[in-house]
């Protein structure tokens, strides 16, 4: 499996041979507020104001994760009156989303599960019924 561009000269590593800018793609796409507005832009194009209502999150936090977005060039907007509408500027985050849900459904609850990123499970009831 190969993550660099094509046509682009050596890639960037991290010191454990892995491609500097894919590891700056995926910690982009794990904040869960920008996640959320990737996968809301995979629907359609949509406005600040349809996307703060859908992440729940104040204007100026969802126009700072989508500079950070737009930075890393993965949406762009076009002008409409006023407003911006923004999208998906790449249609491959499309089929890497798609992967991603394809992956999760495939492991199950072990990645929601995993001790170091995942959701912390709740504790076993006592099972003696008594207090400890």
Same mark, same amino acid.
């Given at each position: ?9 050596? %890639? ?5 041979? %892995? ?12 904040? &869960? ?42 949406? /762009? ?5 006023? %407003? ?10 499309? /089929? ?8 999760? %459904? ?13 959701? &912390?499970?709740?504790?076993?009831? /006592?099972?003696?019924?008594? /207090?400890?």
């Amino acid at each position: 499996m190969t993550m660099n561009s094509a046509g682009a000269g050596p %890639a960037a590593t991290t010191s454990c041979g %892995a491609p500097s800018a894919a590891v700056a793609l995926f910690r982009s796409l794990g904040d &869960p507020a920008r996640l959320a507005i990737l996968m809301r832009l995979a629907r359609g194009e949509a406005k600040v104001v349809d996307l703060v209502s859908c992440v729940g999150l104040a204007q100026s936090t969802v126009s700072a994760h989508l500079a950070c977005l737009r930075d890393c060039g993965l949406v /762009d907007s076009r002008p409409q009156g006023r %407003a911006s509408l923004y999208f998906l500027a790449r249609p491959e985050l499309l /089929d890497l989303l798609a992967s991603a849900e394809r992956l999760l %459904a495939a492991t199950g609850e072990a990645v929601d599960l995993c001790p170091t990123y995942g959701t &912390p499970a709740a504790p076993a009831p /006592d099972s003696t019924g008594g /207090d400890r």
